[in-house]
């Protein structure tokens, strides 16, 4: 599944207004295999309602029925695309608003985004998509001269299902209906970790570097990562900014994932869905946020 742009390109400025619509109330969506908000969004939430948005937490699956919506911790929607992708299409046309606009949502919950992204020019790592079938993934490796790759799940998240593959090894990929994304693995993970580069309103708000333990080289929560703010240079910062100017407009929120190779960013991931924001980890982060959210708003 490859959701294509449709429709005009999205609202990317604000015009600021004193204070928000009266009737205007927030539901930030977590999932039913974890409903519980994450500590770091709560001040948000809470900056959002003392500044005249009600915010609250619910469930994705629960259909909450606020105005507007900002789904980013639907944490499982990976285990449930097709109930997810009708959740946002539906709620679109019945008028609900999200964040960042539907069609934007749909194309990205599958990772042969990162191929378009390559094709209008972003300097991404390398992504062929192709099915789970190890033939076609050995065959894949040889084409492109890789001895070493990564293969991830076209629909996944937080690194679920991901495998390192080595040229002569076997080995079995699981469950991938909607096929893989095959990617040469990038030795300087190891000792570079992968940097979050964080935006709202397409402005560069903060940035962390997640850091895998020795002997490890996923650098996803769940495999022991560490989480070390980083100040990235601005050209960097410049190259990231590049690939939100390669969509049909400003998201606002997104989180760029990529390795840095001496001056250069390979992009890994663009996440414009459910991205893990790390709020706690920068001065005013939840502020910035909150701001873009309101000027969204008043904006509808």
């Given amino acids: 599944m490859t959701a294509k742009f449709v429709g005009k390109p999205?609202?990317?400025?604000?015009?600021?207004?004193?204070?928000p619509k009266k009737t205007a109330m927030l539901a930030i969506t977590t999932?039913?295999?974890?409903?519980?908000?994450?500590?770091n969004l709560l001040p948000l939430a809470q900056i959002l309602t003392r500044n005249g948005l009600p915010a609250r937490f619910d469930a994705w699956q629960n259909r909450p029925s606020e105005p507007f919506v900002l789904p980013l911790c639907a944490w499982d929607y990976a285990a449930y695309p097709t109930a997810f992708a009708q959740w946002i299409r539906e709620s679109a046309e019945s008028g609900q608003q999200f964040a960042n606009p539907p069609e934007i949502m749909l194309w990205n919950m599958n990772k042969t985004y990162l191929c378009d992204l390559a094709k209008r020019g972003a300097d991404v790592i390398p992504s062929v998509h192709t099915s789970s079938e190890s033939e076609n993934i050995r065959r894949t490796m040889r084409e492109n001269g890789w001895h070493e790759a990564v293969v991830k799940p076209a629909i996944g998240q937080s690194g679920g299902g991901v495998v390192r593959v080595r040229e002569g090894e076997m080995f079995e990929i699981g469950h991938a209906p909607q096929g893989v994304i095959v990617q040469p693995y990038i030795r300087?993970?190891?000792?570079?970790?992968?940097?979050?580069?964080v935006f709202f309103g397409g402005t560069f708000s903060h940035a962390v570097r997640r850091q895998p333990p020795q002997g490890e080289w996923r650098a996803n929560s769940a495999y022991g990562v560490a989480i070390l703010p980083e100040r990235p240079s601005e050209t960097i910062i410049a190259a990231a900014r590049s690939v939100l100017d390669l969509l049909p407009g400003i998201p606002a929120y997104a989180r760029a994932d990529g390795t840095i190779v001496g001056d250069k960013l390979l992009l890994n991931e663009?996440?414009?869905?459910e991205p893990a924001l790390y709020l706690h980890t920068a001065e005013s982060a939840a502020e910035r946020f909150a701001e873009v959210l309101t000027a969204w708003i008043e904006a509808v």
């Fill in 270 to 273: 663009l996440e414009l869905i």
């Fill in 10 to 19: 999205f609202q990317t400025t604000y015009p600021r207004r004193r204070n």
């Fill in 31 to 39: 999932c039913q295999t974890y409903p519980d908000p994450p500590p």
């Fill in 188 to 197: 300087d993970i190891e000792t570079a970790g992968e940097t979050s580069l």
